[in-house]
């Protein structure tokens, strides 16, 4: 035996009477024992572990009458927690050997993997259950048909951005965002290109994404307002109603009043258009910006 357990607790407690020369004479003489494999040899360990003087020779003796038996003949000395280890540890080598000779240790049974079905309960009760199949459907790289349909994705929101930054980092940016982000950048482009016609004002597009600039409020661009919308007013109309006030004060200054019929959006009398006058209500029409009675 080339290796035995040494359990410290044990040892100091039936060993705690002993000097430090026991100590070394008695661990000596373990040693011995279990790399041998069979009891001391009284004689031979004396040689073996050089005892020279009587104070070794005394510490030999008190060590061999506390811990071992002198066998009948008297030429060796027996531990029987040694024998004990050394029967256990030859029966396991002997086992190792009837092993190997049979080529190595024997297999372990295969263990049988139930098969799960579907629905137990149902099935349960059919003898005749079929066999359960698993249809093989061919591998596809997912990840390289869901880029081709991103980089698809970007040309369509590059073009409704008008192009306006660098191409390459703006689609290496856009690629990384997640599907609800492209979404909502798709849905928020038209508005924001609507409100900023003129392209010098608007964003690069990479600068755009890293500002995440799809949840701003987009304001709208007066001149792309739609004149007939409820609350809203565009600059037309604006200019419209002054061209308007401004005509009915220059009718009111003039002292003529507004005719009607007249067509939406214009309040200047037609040429040859029937007027009445301001003072006289006399029926005429308006000449060369004078008012001429009719006879």
């Not at 099935?123 to 390289?144: D, F, R, V, Y």
């Not at 690629?175 to 909502?184: I, P, Q």
Request: proline fraction near 6%.
């Amino acid at each position: 035996m080339h290796y035995y357990q040494h359990n410290i607790a044990d040892y100091r407690k039936d060993t705690a009477h002993l000097s430090l020369l026991e100590h070394g004479i008695y661990r000596q003489i373990l040693d011995t024992y279990y790399l041998n494999e069979k009891p001391i040899e009284t004689q031979l360990v004396i040689r073996r572990l050089s005892i020279k003087t009587e104070e070794e020779m005394t510490a030999l003796n008190l060590v061999l009458d506390d811990f071992f038996e002198a066998s009948e003949c008297g030429k060796y000395h027996i531990h029987k927690r040694c024998d004990a280890e050394i029967n256990a540890y030859q029966a396991k080598a002997e086992t190792a050997r009837v092993n190997g000779s049979k080529g190595g240790r024997p297999p372990k049974p295969k263990k049988t993997q139930p098969v799960k079905l579907a629905n137990p309960e149902k099935t349960g009760s059919k003898p005749n259950q079929e066999p359960l199949t698993i249809n093989q459907e061919p591998i596809t790289n997912t990840k390289t048909l869901d880029q081709s349909s991103i980089d698809r994705e970007f040309d369509h929101v590059w073009a409704l951005y008008e192009r306006k930054g660098n191409k390459k980092t703006s689609k290496a940016r856009y690629s990384k965002l997640s599907e609800s982000k492209r979404k909502a950048i798709l849905k928020h482009i038209p508005d924001y290109v609507l409100s900023t016609p003129d392209k010098k004002f608007r964003k690069d597009f990479e600068k755009y994404l890293n500002l995440e600039a799809w949840n701003d409020e987009v304001i709208p661009n007066a001149t792309h307002q739609q004149p007939n919308q409820p609350g809203r007013s565009s600059a037309v109309d604006r200019v419209r109603r002054a061209n308007e006030e401004r005509e009915r004060q220059r009718q009111a200054s003039a002292g003529a009043r507004p005719s009607v019929g007249v067509p939406d959006g214009d309040l200047r009398p037609h040429v040859g258009q029937s007027v009445r006058g301001n003072d006289t209500g006399e029926l005429g029409a308006v000449i060369d910006g004078h008012f001429t009675r009719a006879d």
